[in-house]
């Protein structure tokens, strides 16, 4: 069964910009990791510094074991744009139309 883990950033002053970019170069490396069914970026339409960052996994387990196949260095342009640790939970589909 598909579950979503979750991400809610928002990017350091005057960062919106390296922050889509560097979300959208995760979302391309994440779509190539086995067990991968998809990723969502999105952008607070009522504030263009928050991100929401879904990605979609066969399991909890694919998650975290995402980490094995992706380079390190994936995620070093992510931390630079993001103010703070983002915020992320697993969840389960109970509908999707």
Same mark, same amino acid.
């Given at each position: ?35 991968? /069914?998809?990723?969502?970026? #999105? %952008? *607070? $339409?009522? =504030? ?24 390190? /260095?994936?995620?070093?342009? #992510? %931390? *630079? $744009?993001? =103010? ?14």
């Amino acid at each position: 069964m598909t579950v979503a883990r979750h991400y809610i950033m928002t990017a350091k002053q005057g960062g919106s910009a390296q922050l889509e970019t560097a979300l959208s170069n995760l979302a391309d490396a994440v779509r190539k990791v086995p067990g991968s /069914e998809g990723v969502e970026l #999105l %952008r *607070d $339409a009522g =504030d263009e510094h928050r991100f929401v960052f879904i990605e979609k996994w066969e399991s909890i387990a694919a998650h975290k074991g995402a980490g094995d196949h992706m380079a390190k /260095e994936a995620l070093a342009p #992510l %931390r *630079d $744009a993001i =103010d703070g640790p983002p915020e992320g939970c697993y969840l389960d589909y109970l509908k999707t139309v």
